[in-house]
């Protein structure tokens, strides 16, 4: 894409706002070391979209890769809420961390919604604003307009626009922005590769940055509603925050090497490599899952009468790993002390921990299946 120009500054009196062109219009590809990325890319995600066909009830395990990316999603933008701590209810949450934990709800619940939006609304502006408005209900950034496009101007990085590290284009060019990178994403007359078409539209969001807030979850949440929203993906099961945190600085400095010198092959190559190994990390995910449930099913059988109680359990544990003897009550339909028996059969089995020491108020944790999204 020797061609590509990324845009212009733009003298705003006493500062320079940066002003993107337009992407909805034909790319040739020219570098063959991006081309062979992107067939590498496709490969592993076919390979994952395969794999997913064969695991039984995918939809039970999904919630922990959601809330992994949540966590690490919102851990790119600085906040330090663990995938445990994300398990667990507010009330158990220290009141230090609350903030932190509300907005990584709001981004498993943004995704979950997002996700069951595409039956009935393409990926548009419409579904990129409603995921956003629930981004950020009822946390830090719900005074900044949540589910709207901004009315002023914005910058990243600095204290004050004077020292920003990038200022994104007026608010006024939004509107027009964001109406080209929709075409482009269903611009069916000029061919590009799906792959390299979210890779484009995820700079030139971050690059418009339409939101006051939550622009890079919504960009990174996006990813994944665009390849289930294009078919690539029959299920919502790549999720490339992980590699983005690992790979924070790059990322970033990926970015604005676009802007500044209209380096659009090396973001591209970087994206690529993210979903390969992105791709590869899952698929080996769900085989190590499929493993340890053979494992836990041969330890349930030994239970007898009590093996259909544990099994409705582990349906439960499989979404959300940490439990207490009132959840394990109201998940099995059970008394509470016969709750705080089958809790104890999991433990001598090995399929639980107790985790708190305490004789009341304990908690369980499903800890070989945690350790997997740790």
Request: charged content about 25%; proline content about 3%; aromatic content about 10%.
């Given at each position: 894409?020797?061609?590509?120009?990324?845009?212009?500054?733009?003298?705003?009196?006493?500062?320079?706002?940066?002003?993107?062109?337009?992407i909805d219009?034909?790319?040739?590809l020219?570098?063959?070391?991006?081309?062979?990325?992107?067939?590498?890319?496709?490969r592993?995600?076919g390979?994952l979209?395969?794999?997913?066909?064969?695991?039984?009830?995918?939809?039970?395990?999904?919630?922990?890769?959601?809330?992994?990316e949540?966590t690490?999603?919102s851990?790119?933008?600085g906040?330090?809420?663990?995938?445990?701590?994300?398990?667990?209810e507010?009330a158990?949450i220290?009141?230090?961390?609350?903030?932190?934990?509300i907005?990584?709800?709001?981004?498993?619940?943004?995704?979950?919604y997002g996700?069951?939006?595409?039956?009935?609304?393409?990926?548009?502006?419409r579904?990129?604003?409603?995921?956003?408005?629930?981004?950020?209900?009822?946390s830090?950034?719900?005074?900044?307009?949540?589910?709207?496009?901004?009315?002023s101007?914005?910058?990243?990085?600095?204290a004050?626009?004077?020292?920003?590290?990038?200022?994104?284009p007026?608010?006024t060019?939004?509107?027009?922005?964001?109406s080209?990178l929709?075409?482009?994403?269903?611009?069916?007359?000029?061919?590009f590769?799906?792959?390299?078409?979210i890779?484009?539209i995820?700079?030139?969001?971050?690059t418009?940055?339409?939101?006051?807030?939550?622009?890079?979850?919504?960009g990174?949440?996006?990813?994944?509603?665009?390849?289930?929203?294009?078919?690539?993906?029959?299920?919502p099961?790549?999720?490339l925050?992980?590699?983005l945190?690992?790979?924070?600085?790059?990322?970033?400095?990926?970015l604005?090497s676009v802007?500044e010198?209209?380096?659009?092959n090396?973001?591209l190559?970087?994206?690529?490599v993210g979903?390969?190994e992105?791709?590869n990390?899952s698929?080996?995910?769900?085989d190590?899952?499929?493993?340890?449930?053979?494992?836990?099913?041969l330890?349930i059988?030994?239970?007898?009468?009590?093996?259909?109680?544990?099994?409705?359990?582990m349906t439960?544990?499989y979404?959300?790993?940490?439990?207490n003897?009132?959840?394990?009550g109201?998940?099995?339909g059970i008394?509470g002390?016969?709750a705080?028996?089958?809790?104890k059969?999991?433990?001598?089995l090995?399929?639980i921990k107790?985790?708190?020491?305490l004789?009341?108020?304990k908690?369980?944790?499903?800890?070989?299946?945690?350790n997997l999204f740790r």
């Amino acid at each position: 894409m020797k061609t590509f120009q990324a845009g212009v500054y733009i003298n705003q009196g006493y500062y320079k706002s940066f002003q993107p062109n337009y992407i909805d219009k034909a790319w040739k590809l020219d570098d063959m070391e991006v081309i062979k990325l992107l067939s590498d890319a496709d490969r592993q995600l076919g390979r994952l979209d395969m794999f997913s066909k064969y695991i039984p009830n995918l939809e039970m395990f999904i919630q922990m890769h959601v809330a992994k990316e949540a966590t690490l999603s919102s851990k790119i933008e600085g906040t330090k809420t663990s995938i445990e701590d994300a398990m667990m209810e507010k009330a158990d949450i220290a009141l230090s961390q609350v903030d932190d934990w509300i907005e990584v709800q709001n981004y498993i619940a943004a995704m979950n919604y997002g996700v069951g939006r595409l039956h009935d609304l393409p990926f548009s502006s419409r579904l990129i604003k409603e995921t956003h408005a629930i981004l950020l209900k009822g946390s830090r950034g719900d005074k900044k307009h949540p589910g709207s496009f901004r009315t002023s101007q914005n910058w990243i990085g600095g204290a004050t626009i004077n020292d920003a590290k990038f200022i994104p284009p007026v608010h006024t060019s939004i509107a027009d922005l964001m109406s080209d990178l929709e075409k482009f994403a269903h611009n069916e007359i000029v061919y590009f590769p799906e792959l390299l078409k979210i890779a484009l539209i995820h700079y030139q969001f971050e690059t418009i940055h339409p939101f006051l807030d939550g622009n890079g979850r919504v960009g990174r949440l996006f990813i994944t509603l665009y390849l289930v929203g294009k078919g690539i993906l029959k299920q919502p099961i790549l999720y490339l925050s992980d590699f983005l945190e690992k790979n924070r600085t790059h990322y970033y400095d990926n970015l604005m090497s676009v802007r500044e010198h209209n380096n659009i092959n090396q973001w591209l190559k970087f994206f690529l490599v993210g979903v390969i190994e992105t791709a590869n990390k899952s698929i080996d995910t769900f085989d190590k899952i499929l493993q340890l449930q053979k494992q836990t099913e041969l330890k349930i059988n030994t239970l007898g009468s009590r093996a259909a109680n544990a099994q409705k359990l582990m349906t439960h544990l499989y979404q959300k790993p940490i439990v207490n003897t009132a959840v394990i009550g109201k998940t099995t339909g059970i008394s509470g002390a016969s709750a705080y028996k089958l809790a104890k059969d999991m433990v001598r089995l090995g399929i639980i921990k107790e985790t708190t020491g305490l004789q009341r108020g304990k908690t369980y944790v499903f800890e070989d299946y945690l350790n997997l999204f740790r």
